[in-house]
């Protein structure tokens, strides 16, 4: 699919054609981290990550690439692949984690034992993550009379290679030497002292949208660090825009007036689906659900773990809401499917009338999960480089996980990429 139009920023940008690799990183409480590679952006196509271009490994996971971890749009850090393993059909990518307070440290250290050196030593290069062709770099040599045992290994799809000993620093490894001269290699050059400081800056005040209804920042990120396995959307690019935070900022009594504008869309597609099934347990055909007269019938549903996050995707201080949330109606003994779970996905846009606009809505239920997968919202992410965000979702149903993205344009939302389930 084409990417997007560039939005507007504060210089000029030409359109990414990548490559532009998206992953989704998995980072333990107690720092272990691996990533799960999702898609691939190339010469405005988006590819499957896990099966692009892999010979024997797929390009998103070749040892040496690095990613940068951006969680609503703000830098957590950086992760470098060191190896690739495959199971049960899925590839993942195992490596070091560097957090930004990490690297903001390091480069404290650098900068504070530079004076003391008598030689001095080259500036590490700077920028977001760079792609650089295998074609620019050279290709070590192998020796004529050194036995094929001796080379160095490749990762397969039966196994992953011997493991090496984890680098000080996420300095991307010299690549090798493919068969295809010209395929793109995702690396990126030591960030700078001046961008680990400024990485180290934004992760110690992230702006994040509180989930439940708490105007306090500071509980949404206790929360976070209370579980057990965070998951950020991680980027590696050559010349993508720096990461900006997707949060659209909120009062409390303005996010308390977004809830329950959002929450009655909700409860309308809930009642709405309520009434297809208890038409289909009579086996009669189902109500216009469409009109108000019909949900007005139906008692109001009562809502469990609901969270709603809103973002500005495309700096022009709209918010665009999403919400999802489980449900329930109330029991009722003409109901064959009183007790079920209901669980709702909504994302919807407010105009400058403060009107909420439905632009998409995903309800299934425990029952049917089979047929109606639910939808669990990772983050706003930018996938194609353009300088604004996409909505990246997990879709969960009976046949296995998947990842969609999607891009919002006005009321609509725009499917970009879909994995094959089994994530």
């Known amino acids: 699919m084409q990417a997007g139009l560039v939005a507007a920023q504060s210089k000029p940008k030409t359109k990414t054609q990548g490559p532009r690799a998206l992953g989704l990183l998995q980072l333990s409480s107690h720092g272990k981290a691996h990533l799960i590679p999702i898609t691939i952006l190339y010469d405005g196509e988006f590819y499957d990550a896990s099966a692009y271009k892999a010979a024997p490994v797929p390009m998103a996971l070749e040892s040496g690439t690095v990613y940068e971890a951006v969680q609503t749009g703000v830098s957590q850090g950086l992760f470098t692949i060191a190896s690739a393993l495959q199971g049960n059909h899925n590839w993942t990518g195992e490596g070091t984690w560097q957090s930004a307070a990490d690297l903001a440290a390091a480069a404290a250290l ?55 000993a984890a680098p000080p620093a996420p300095v991307p490894a010299a690549p090798v030497a493919d068969q295809d001269p010209d395929r793109p290699v995702l690396k990126r050059g030591a960030p700078s002292p001046a961008d680990t400081k400024k990485h180290g800056a934004s992760i110690s005040t992230p702006r994040l949208t509180p989930a439940k209804g708490d105007s306090d920042a500071s509980s949404t990120v206790a929360a976070a660090a209370g579980n057990a ?42 009642r709405a689906r309520a009434a297809q099934l208890a038409a289909a347990a009579v086996g009669s055909a189902a109500p216009n659900s469409s009109k108000a007269g019909t949900r007005a019938k139906m008692p109001q549903p009562s809502f469990e773990d609901v969270q709603l996050h809103v973002f500005d995707l495309s700096n022009s201080n709209e918010p665009i809401l999403v919400l999802t949330t489980k449900a329930r109606m109330p029991a009722r003994p003409s109901v ?29 239920d425990t029952q049917h999960l089979d047929v109606l997968p639910r939808l669990e919202l990772i983050d706003a992410v930018d996938a194609d480089g353009d300088g ?36």
């Open 336 to 364: 064959a499917a009183a007790d079920l779970q209901y669980i709702v996905t909504i994302v919807a846009r407010e105009d400058i009338y403060r009107d909420l606009h439905k632009a998409f809505a995903s309800i299934t």
């Open 110 to 164: 650098a900068i504070k034992n530079k004076g003391a050196r008598s030689k001095p030593i080259p500036e590490p290069v700077e920028g977001p993550p760079v792609l650089r062709r295998a074609t620019a770099a050279k290709a070590p040599e192998p020796a004529p009379s050194s036995p094929p045992a001796e080379s160095k290994p490749a990762p397969t799809a039966s196994g992953p290679p011997a493991p090496a």
């Open 388 to 423: 604004r965000g996409e909505l990246l979702f997990r879709q969960i149903s009976d046949a296995g996980r998947a990842f969609v993205l999607y891009r919002v344009i006005g009321d609509r939302l725009w499917p970009l990429f879909q994995s094959a389930p089994g994530q």
């Open 229 to 270: 396995v965070r998951s950020i959307p991680a980027i590696s690019d050559a010349d993508g825009p720096d990461p900006r935070p997707y949060a659209y900022s909120l009062k409390a009594d303005e996010e308390d007036k977004l809830r329950k504008k959002i929450l009655a869309l909700a409860a309308d597609e809930v």
